[in-house]
């Protein structure tokens, strides 16, 4: 669990704030859930035979005997509460959230025990439209972040039905097969066979590479569902490659399912995850409800954004300002406050705890102002400052009281208008 520090914040809060934009402009609302749960809502939606459920989730007994849960992802809730506040009782919905997930695994660079999601979570409707339409805000999240290096991958799952089917013959196959499969997947033998398909052992690749695969055991509805939301992908323009191994650590997915992976990330490839998840509303029981959703892992994408080279929004103080001696201090505040009346963007930082001039220079400086605004007692007594320069191009001047915002803003140029980028 890490704490993230304020020379992170700005990345964090340009994703943010980015990704929030994308959503508005796909007509997507917040809602914010709580980060506890009961036990029983992760066992039956995610899937007791998964990693999470097994060894992964955070679970305690509050004072009353019940069994919480920290949530250690964000869709369960989401359908909880759906269902609970009656919001998909014959309607459409589309929601997101942020927030933190919990997940006891082993730590290792990009895998994390408390990390942070945006989830993306529609209603009602039955795809591919809407499928092609989350892919889409996905796709639009990582070209206006300027994060170049992910890649698109599909499959599809179809449904529950043909998945059944499939599922035995797997099953089959991998008995035929036993003495090459390790520890892992002989437990998973019985439990949750199409996760062995998803292991990364190279000892364990030819027999898996050899296996049957599922699209051969689709259903005809499956697969009209699947080639619709390809060619719908191909008129957006959103590239993509198909992964048939691609099988998710949840269970509650039917159709499709996709990832966004990188390899610039070492072992932990995927950066924003998700699926269709038509089974999962009445199973937690809500009315029979298609959904489809993903969740962007934000700490990922915050170390590609690093790699790539951007320092996000920048909030440091573009003015510190110093003033020496008990007139200026007086002075000096009130004029820190005049400036952000008149300039309400404007970040001011003012010198608190006294100093010598020097001192308090040194400040300025090492708070990444761009200009410093300086009063002694002889300015302060004469209605005066001194503008200088710390990161502009200008010449240090003097000038009234009632001109300090205006040189300012004539300093800083179109850089007072809202947050900039670093
Ligand atoms: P997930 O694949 O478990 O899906 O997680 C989504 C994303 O969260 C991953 O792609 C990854 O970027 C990030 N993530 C997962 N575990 C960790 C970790 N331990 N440390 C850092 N980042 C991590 C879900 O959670 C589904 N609820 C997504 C979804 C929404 N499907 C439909 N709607």
New binding site residues.
């Given amino acids: 669990m890490n704490d993230i520090l304020a020379q992170d914040t700005p990345r964090w809060q340009f994703i943010e704030q980015t990704v929030g934009d994308v959503l508005a402009a796909y007509g997507y609302q917040e809602i914010r859930l709580p980060i506890v749960e009961k036990t029983e809502l992760f066992k039956r939606s995610i899937g007791e035979m998964t990693d999470i459920v097994e060894k992964e989730m955070y679970t305690f007994e509050d004072r009353n005997g019940d069994s919480l849960t920290l949530r250690p ?3 369960a809730g989401c359908v909880r509460a759906v269902i609970q506040n009656g919001l998909i009782y014959n309607q459409q919905q589309r929601f997101w959230y942020a927030g933190p997930m919990f ?1 006891h ?1 082993r730590p290792q660079k ?3 025990r408390q ?1 942070h ?1 945006i ?1 993306v ?1 529609a209603f009602g409707m039955p795809g591919p439209d809407v499928d092609a339409e989350v892919i889409a805000i996905s796709d639009r999240i990582f070209r206006r972040l300027g994060i170049d290096t992910v890649t698109l991958e599909i499959n599809t799952l179809g449904t529950a039905s043909c998945r059944a089917a499939y599922r035995d013959v797997l099953v089959q196959y991998f008995r035929d097969h036993q003495a090459a499969l390790d520890e892992d997947s002989l437990r998973r033998l019985e439990s949750n066979p199409l996760r062995i398909l998803d292991s990364k052992n190279p000892a364990m690749q030819a027999v898996i590479a050899a296996a049957p695969q599922l699209a051969d055991y689709l259903d005809d509805e499956s697969r009209a569902h699947f080639d619709r939301l390809r060619e719908l992908l191909d008129r957006l323009n959103i590239r993509y490659r198909l992964n048939p191994r691609l099988v ?3 269970d509650y997915y039917t159709h499709v399912v996709f ?1 966004w992976v990188t390899d610039r990330l070492g072992a932990q490839n ?6 269709r ?1 038509d089974g999962l509303v009445s199973q937690l029981g809500g009315s029979v409800t298609p959904a489809v ?3 962007l ?1 934000l ?2 994408t915050v170390a590609l954004l690093e790699l790539s080279g951007h320092a996000g929004i920048s909030r440091e103080p573009q003015v510190y300002l110093v003033c020496a001696g008990e007139q200026a201090e007086l002075v000096g505040l009130s004029l820190a406050e005049q400036l952000r009346n008149e300039v309400p963007d404007l970040r001011v930082q003012c010198n608190c705890g006294g100093g010598s001039f020097k001192a308090q220079l040194k400040r300025a400086d090492r708070s990444g102002a761009e200009i410093a605004v300086i009063l002694g007692e002889r300015e302060a007594n004469s209605g005066q400052a001194q503008i200088k320069p710390l990161r502009v191009d200008r010449e240090q001047m003097t000038v009234g009281l009632d001109t300090v915002a205006e040189t300012i803003v004539s300093w800083l140029g179109t850089q007072v208008d809202g947050d900039q980028p670093a």
């Fill in positions: 992802e964000g869709t997940r695994e990009g895998r994390y990390f999601q989830g979570e998710r650590g949840l990832e995927a950066v924003c995850s998700g699926g998840y959703g993903f969740a892992g700490e990922r």
